[in-house]
């Protein structure tokens, strides 16, 4: 991450970078772009024939696993705060 790694930036970042993993995260919201507290992150493997835009597909496809669960577990008051940082608690 960091200032211009948004969108297709990041996936051409990791791509060039040679790294073994990508991901997506969500986060709450608050006054800066990107940076609220984390709630969940989940990794993507990367293979080194991965192109910048097939980086991005396994990336929002997760996303797309991720967030319900995400969404799921504020509303069942399974996030909690501790110490600032929220801390999601998953069913067992």
């Not at 969500?26 to 097939?54: K, L, M, N, W």
């Not at 980086?55 to 995400?70: D, I, N, Q, S």
Request: hydrophobic share 40%.
């Amino acid at each position: 991450g960091g200032k211009g790694y948004y969108g297709m930036n990041v996936h051409r970042a990791v791509v060039e970078s040679g790294a073994r993993f990508s991901g997506a995260t969500v986060h709450f919201v608050d006054e800066e772009y990107d940076r609220g507290p984390i709630v969940a992150q989940a990794c993507v493997a990367v293979s080194p024939e991965d192109t910048a835009e097939q980086v991005a597909a396994k990336v929002l496809k997760r996303e797309h696993e991720l967030f319900p669960h995400v969404v799921a577990a504020l509303c069942d008051g399974r996030i909690v705060w501790r110490e600032g940082k929220p801390l999601l608690w998953t069913a067992t």
